[in-house]
């Protein structure tokens, strides 16, 4: 069974993670309004803090988001990332995304409403 309680899409960006005194990049495999799934063969512990940088390249402009978020599980193909802050227009960013890719804004809006509910 699917513990998420946030919808998951999948979309392949490039990433930079930075944490202590580390670098590293990858691909993104999955995305949600809370977090990410970062395709590497690097290992970062569990509960480290990160700073992420995502690449969103366009046809006419590359726009990179930025925000904190703390490793909470490695796996064989990579990195699981759950945001922890994020500037409004990287969440909207990021929830364009997510809903586009879902194709139903209004389920996203009231996956973020819960989510701050909790908060």
Do not use: W
């Amino acid at each position: 069974m699917d513990k998420r309680k946030t919808t998951r899409v999948i979309y392949n960006v490039k990433a930079e993670i930075s944490y202590d005194n580390g670098l590293i990049q990858g691909e993104v495999i999955n995305l949600s309004l809370t977090g990410m799934l970062l395709q590497t063969t690097e290992k970062i512990p569990v509960h480290t803090k990160t700073s992420i940088t995502l690449f969103l390249i366009g046809s006419t402009s590359e726009l990179k988001i930025q925000l904190t978020g703390i490793v909470i599980r490695t796996e064989k193909r990579g990195i699981a990332i759950q945001f922890k802050e994020i500037d409004l227009d990287s969440f909207i960013h990021i929830k364009s995304i997510v809903a586009y890719n879902e194709g139903d804004e209004n389920k996203i809006m009231d996956e973020f409403y819960r989510t701050l509910k909790k908060r």
